[in-house]
T-cell receptor, first 112, second 114 residues
Framework: QKEVEQNSGPLSVPEGAIASLNCTYS??????FFWYRQYSGKSPELIMF????GDKEDGRFTAQLNKASQYVSLLIRDSQPSDSATYLC????????????FGPGTRLSVLP | EPEVTQTPSHQVTQMGQEVILRCVPI?????FYWYRQILGQKVEFLVS????????KSEIFDDQFSVERPDGSNFTLKIRSTKLEDSAMYFC????????????FGEGSWLTVV
């Protein structure tokens, strides 16, 4: 069974610090990985995606992928209270895959 | 910016009643999805739809669920006989498929079964 695992948290960091969110996946056929942010009662919104091993940076966000270790992470630099939300990791098997598998999400709390 | 729209935003229904949740995916997207999120729990895949047919469904998507694309724009999820445990937020999503793998979610339909 394809699984995506995340620590449920809550992860608490002070404002201005780096928040590190981790995700592991079981399906080695997964090719693409996505980070979504979800505020309470709202729909998930895409932060960024990553396909290749290594780092990918977008503003304050950096996604890291290590396919050998089946590990994906998201770093949030200069964390702000508005970053407080649940962060969902999702995996897509391949470019023709139909089903995104979501992790349970990690709750992040950025303390002012 | 194009977006996925869902109606209703909130529906309360009695147990055993039929419910239809409606979605208008992003124009020109080819893949359509329904996900469910029970309060406080993870986002769960229900079904994917491509080329006017179901391409994949989860074990949650049993005989009481059905999907339909009645015209060129709407994508509906029907629950025939609702149960208390069907109370959840239902998200519709769509994906381009033409080199685009990102799925975009609607705002969700909150279903409460009483």
């Amino acid at each position: 069974q394809k699984e995506v695992e995340q620590n449920s948290g809550p992860l608490s960091v002070p404002e201005g610090a780096i928040a590190s969110l981790n995700c592991t996946y079981s399906d080695r056929g997964s090719q693409s990985f996505f980070w979504y942010r979800q505020y309470s009662g709202k729909s998930p919104e895409l932060i960024m995606f990553i396909y290749s091993n290594g780092d990918k940076e977008d503003g304050r966000f950096t996604a890291q992928l290590n396919k050998a270790s089946q590990y994906v992470s998201l770093l949030i630099r200069d964390s702000q209270p508005s970053d407080s939300a649940t962060y969902l990791c999702a995996a897509l098997r391949d470019n023709y895959g139909q089903n995104f598998v979501f992790g349970p999400g990690t709750r992040l709390s950025v303390l002012p | 910016e194009p977006e996925v729209t869902q109606t209703p935003s909130h529906q309360v229904t009695q147990m055993g009643q039929e419910v239809i949740l409606r979605c208008v995916p992003i124009s020109n997207h080819l893949y359509f999805y329904w996900y469910r999120q029970i309060l406080g729990q993870k986002v769960e895949f229900l079904v994917s739809f491509y080329n006017n047919e179901i391409s994949e469904k989860s074990e949650i998507f049993d005989d009481q669920f059905s999907v339909e694309r009645p015209d060129g724009s709407n994508f509906t999820l029907k629950i025939r006989s609702t149960k208390l445990e069907d109370s959840a937020m239902y998200f519709c999503a769509s994906r381009s498929g033409a080199g685009g793998n990102t799925i975009y979610f609607g705002e969700g339909s909150w279903l409460t079964v009483v």
